[in-house]
């Protein structure tokens, strides 16, 4: 978490990502939050989308208000 803290900022939660940018720079990121698990198509899109996002200099967040609770699904 301390790591994780370190490249995100101590004003977030889980989940974080750290990626290596296209620069070699390692850049940490919350999120995504997500309300349920997407098809694998739309996850790898996501994915990806969130890559290219990391790569641009001087991107720090995108955010907006949750208007559905997260769907947890059955339990093991």
């Known amino acids: 978490m301390d790591q994780g803290l370190a490249l995100c900022g101590?004003?977030?939660?889980?989940?974080?990502?750290?990626?290596?940018?296209?620069?070699?720079v390692k850049q940490g990121y919350f999120g995504p939050v997500i309300t349920r698990v997407p098809p694998t198509e739309d996850s790898l899109a996501m994915f990806d989308a969130l890559v290219t996002m990391m790569d641009v200099q001087g991107f720090w967040e995108l955010k907006r208000s949750r208007t559905e609770r997260p769907e947890f699904g059955a339990r093991p």
């Open 10 to 24: 101590d004003d977030v939660g889980t989940p974080m990502l750290a990626f290596e940018d296209k620069f070699g």
